[in-house]
């Protein structure tokens, strides 16, 4: 068994959209006020990753497994250069937008050689820096990208416009 990362292509579309739909779930599990589900994700996510795939400064990267029945993606990064945002007080830089490792083969290093990979690529593009989000409860994933050195910046924080009864 093995795991390659390389640029993904159209045809891998409907595959990382599958993905994707269980990163969108997971997040509104955590906080259903917070962070959206529109279904069916899986579509909605397909045609959003159609206006990327191919795009100028957006990296978008799959992890496939290769074994020998042939081969699967089982992760993905998605991420992009991002102008210079004065209201949030941020220069240009390089942004992960999406990582998500299926659980089939996770604590195998397929998140962090996505990170990487995709951390060298936005990097050869002109990003002096990379910065992301990461879930407050998804403890894993803030633990991850602090061992490969990121370092925490901003705490988001939501309130409702209506407190809940």
């Known amino acids: 068994m093995t795991i390659t990362v390389r640029a993904a292509r159209r045809a891998d579309l409907a595959d990382v959209a599958k993905l994707a739909a269980v990163l969108v ?88 050689h996505l990170v990487e990979d995709a951390v060298k690529r936005l990097t050869a593009l002109g990003a002096p820096r990379v910065v992301l989000m990461a879930a407050e409860r998804n403890e894993h994933a803030r633990h991850l990208f602090s061992r490969l050195g990121f370092r925490p910046t901003m705490v988001e924080m939501t309130r409702e416009a209506k407190p809940r009864p």
């Open 25 to 112: 779930r997971e997040h509104h599990a955590y906080d259903p006020l917070r962070f959206m589900s529109i279904e069916p994700l899986e579509e909605g996510y397909e045609r959003f990753l159609a206006t990327q795939v191919e795009k100028e400064g957006v990296v978008l990267l799959v992890a496939v497994l290769q074994h020998a029945s042939g081969e699967r993606i089982v992760g993905y990064i998605l991420g992009s250069l991002e102008d210079r945002d004065w209201s949030d007080l941020r220069d240009a830089c390089g942004k992960i937008h999406d990582v998500y490792v299926d659980g089939s083969v996770r604590r195998r290093g397929v998140a962090s």
